[in-house]
Nanobody
Framework: QVQLVESGGGLVQAGGSLRLSCAASGRTFSSYAMGWFRQAPGKEREFVGAIVWSGKTYYADVVKGRFTISRDNARNTGYLQMNSLKPEDTAVYYC????????????????WGQGAQVTVSS
């Protein structure tokens, strides 16, 4: 069993930055893929990006060049650095993890964080 705890959400002005953290319990975090998703009110949960065990990253086109995903396996923690934020980035952001080796954009991850609200004002 893996538990994911998110932190770092908040309110920021357009053009600003925020960093979300996702701390994982368990000793096998380094072998897990971690995905980041977001869900705005009235919309479906959408893929933001993912990082696999090797450190390779994938991003949705809407955040590419603005968001950066990283991980620190020694700390069992993943990060989502969000720069140049826009009002349309406002959503609840979720981290997710499991041992998958493909289909990183699917929402069928086994473990999920509790979500972190990110609000970007114009």
């Amino acid at each position: 069993q893996v538990q994911l705890v998110e932190s770092g959400g908040g309110l920021v002005q357009a053009g600003g930055s925020l960093r979300l953290s996702c701390a994982a319990s368990g000793r096998t975090f380094s072998s897990y893929a971690m995905g980041w998703f977001r869900q705005a009110p009235g919309k479906e949960r959408e893929f933001v990006g993912a990082i696999v065990w090797s450190g390779k990253t994938y991003y949705a086109d809407v955040v590419k060049g603005r968001f950066t995903i990283s991980r620190d396996n020694a700390r069992n923690t993943g990060y989502l650095q969000m720069n140049s934020l826009k009002p349309e980035d406002t959503a609840v952001y979720y981290c997710a993890a499991d041992r998958r080796t493909s289909d990183y954009g699917s929402t069928r991850y086994e473990y999920w964080g509790q979500g972190a609200q990110v609000t970007v004002s114009s």
